[in-house]
Nanobody, 118 residues
């Protein structure tokens, strides 16, 4: 089993920054993808960013240029640096882990709330 524990959410004013962290523990696949999804009230869950164990990254168009995903493989930890935050970034952010060759995350974190005030 794998556990994902997120931290770093909170309340910030528009234009501000937050950094989310997610530590994975347990039987982690050697080749994997860690990522961040978010779900705002009344909206579907969406992929925000993801990074492979080799360092390849992908971002949703809505966050390109503002968010940066990174990871420390030695610590099995993934980060999401969020800059120039907008009220529409308000959501619960979920950390995920999946095998490289599947499309849907195998594991999800419990979620952390990010609220951006205008």
């Amino acid at each position: 089993q794998v556990q994902l524990v997120e931290s770093g959410g909170g309340l910030v004013q528009a234009g501000g920054s937050l950094r989310l962290s997610c530590a994975a523990s347990g039987s982690i696949f050697g080749t994997n993808v860690m990522g961040w999804y978010r779900q705002a009230p009344g909206k579907e869950r969406e992929l925000v960013a993801r990074i492979t164990s080799g360092g390849n990254t992908m971002y949703a168009d809505s966050v390109k240029g503002r968010f940066t995903v990174s990871r420390d493989n030695a610590k099995n930890t993934v980060y999401l640096q969020m800059n120039s935050l907008k009220p529409e970034d308000t959501a619960v952010y979920y950390c995920t882990l999946r095998r490289l060759w599947v499309a849907i995350p195998d594991y999800w974190g419990q979620g952390t709330q990010v609220t951006v005030s205008s």
